[in-house]
């Protein structure tokens, strides 16, 4: 069966037919109600069924291999998980609270329906390295995932990069104008954070990647398990090598948090940029119908609330970073069930995430730049007042007296509602002699673009080699 679709029809019930609980040989008394529901798990770890079922059926190998189980019994229990995944699937298996979380309710299935066989496929194993490795083949894919969505928003901003991104545009500093770029030198920025993004959910992955199935409760077994058999079936690389840090350790979880944590904020920083660049006062960017709603009284209104629930979404994901790391402060070795609930928190984490980058992929991808609008307005705001520093740099000007001489030339052009490079040539050489007629190709925002000439900078050049370095690497 596959692990890749994460979608789970399957709702717990409160129906109490036949839960029996399989250590009601040690406790005498039921739970009450309340107490029941605080135990039970399954309304959130339900969406952990098939990697609890492929994880079992890898456990049931093994332990046949090892000739704990006959191959009859075997089959049996392989055959009867592979139907009761077809019934969670759709919907048709019960799912009474009282049997706690989405481990017992299979296993009590798997046991009413082929009897004795069931019974055995614990052997070895314990809920402890049963939830760890199922939430480990969980955040695997999780992790797969949200590579991938990342991706899909790379895309959709190299393309409107490699579109629009030649566009001459202020950058800000404090949101203020400081020096005109080329607009996809900024499209591209949130490529490179998404990038790092990335990159962090892959090194998360390599300590996500380590196989937990066989360390029991907390201390292994006496019986002879093979754990590198059941680390190789489920496709880890590596098993773990202490049995009480395996069965409690939940830093791969709240690593994962983090990289989502990250990816919100990064995500919070675009939609308030796009928020600010879609308002008639920056008229930078025009956001697709699609992604905005209108107002139920002002009948004129575009509002990107979609951006906003982006950028709001932040707050949850930051939530659950800190949630599952308050989870973990002062747990004594080694499990405790505190743990149950960091499932809420990295699930929150995930999903969250994997929504918001859906969205955003379609939103940059509608998005257009407002060329006109953009260019009407770029030589407001002395964005070249850099350049002409750097001009008299060249002339010998150390660039303290530079950046002095320019300063006063600015507060004199904004006293006469002139830009630099109106400004007659008699005033700009009685601040500075070494002025001269050349000083033209220096002024204007789109001539100070075309003088950039580091590596890394807002110039078209480098964009064209930044856009061929994204083209190569998203191919
Ligand atoms: N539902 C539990 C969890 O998610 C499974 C482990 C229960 N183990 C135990 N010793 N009670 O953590």
Excluded at 119 to 133: E, F, I, M, P, W
Excluded at 313 to 324: D, E, F, N, P, T
Aim: glycine share 8%.
């Amino acid at each position: 069966m596959s692990l890749k679709s994460r979608k789970n029809p399957s709702k717990a019930t409160k129906a109490s037919s036949g839960s029996k609980k399989s250590w009601q040989g040690r406790l005498s008394a039921d739970a009450d109600a309340a107490t029941a529901e605080l135990v039970a798990s399954l309304d959130i770890d339900r969406a952990l069924w098939r990697y609890d079922i492929v994880g079992s059926i890898a456990h049931a190998r093994m332990l046949s291999e090892q000739k704990l189980l006959s191959r009859p019994e075997f089959k049996r229990i392989h055959d009867g998980l592979l139907k009761i995944a077809a019934d969670i699937e759709s919907g048709r298996l019960e799912m009474p609270i009282e049997l706690e979380d989405i481990h017992m309710v299979i296993e009590k299935a798997l046991t009413d329906r082929i009897g004795q066989a069931g019974a055995k496929l614990h052997t070895g194993r314990s809920r402890n390295d049963q939830v760890a490795v199922d939430l480990r083949l969980w955040a695997r894919d999780a992790v797969d995932g949200l590579i991938g969505k990342i991706a899909g928003v790379q895309r959709a901003l190299v393309t409107l990069a490699e579109a629009q991104g030649k566009v001459v545009m202020p950058a800000y500093t404090h949101l203020q104008r400081a020096q005109p770029i080329v607009a996809g030198h900024a499209l591209l920025a949130y490529a490179e954070m998404l990038q790092r993004d990335a990159d962090r959910l892959a090194d998360a992955r390599a300590r996500i990647n380590v196989c937990p199935l066989g360390c029991g409760a907390v201390a292994g077994t006496s019986l002879p398990i093979d754990r590198a058999r059941t680390a190789e079936l489920l496709g880890f690389p590596k098993f773990a090598r202490n049995s009480i840090d395996a069965t409690s350790d939940r830093d791969f979880l709240a690593e994962l948090c983090f990289c989502c944590a990250m990816l919100g904020v990064h995500l919070s920083r675009w939609a308030e940029d796009w928020i600010i660049y879609s308002s008639t006062e920056f008229a930078l960017i025009e956001l697709h119908d699609a992604y905005c709603t209108s107002s139920s009284m002002m009948p004129q209104k575009k509002n990107p609330d979609t951006l906003e629930l982006i950028r709001g979404k932040s707050a949850s994901v930051i939530g659950s970073l800190v949630g599952m790391l308050t989870l973990l402060k002062a747990l004594p070795l080694a499990y405790n069930r505190d743990l149950q609930d960091d499932k809420r928190f990295v699930f929150n984490s995930v999903t969250t995430m994997e929504q918001a980058l859906t969205v955003s992929a379609g939103l940059v991808a509608t998005s257009r730049l407002r060329e006109e609008k953009i260019s009407a307005g770029i030589d407001e705001g002395y964005l070249d007042a850099t350049s002409l520093a750097e001009y008299l740099v060249g002339k010998g000007v150390a660039f303290r007296q530079a950046h002095h001489i320019v300063g006063e030339l600015v507060s004199r052009a904004e006293r006469s509602g002139k830009t630099l490079s109106e400004l007659p040539m008699e005033i700009l050489r009685s601040a500075c002699g070494k002025i001269g007629a050349d000083v033209a190709g220096y002024l204007g925002a789109a001539n100070v673009v075309k003088r950039y000439a580091s590596d890394g900078a807002a110039g078209a050049g480098q964009l064209r080699k930044q856009l061929a370095y994204w083209k190569r690497k998203l191919a």
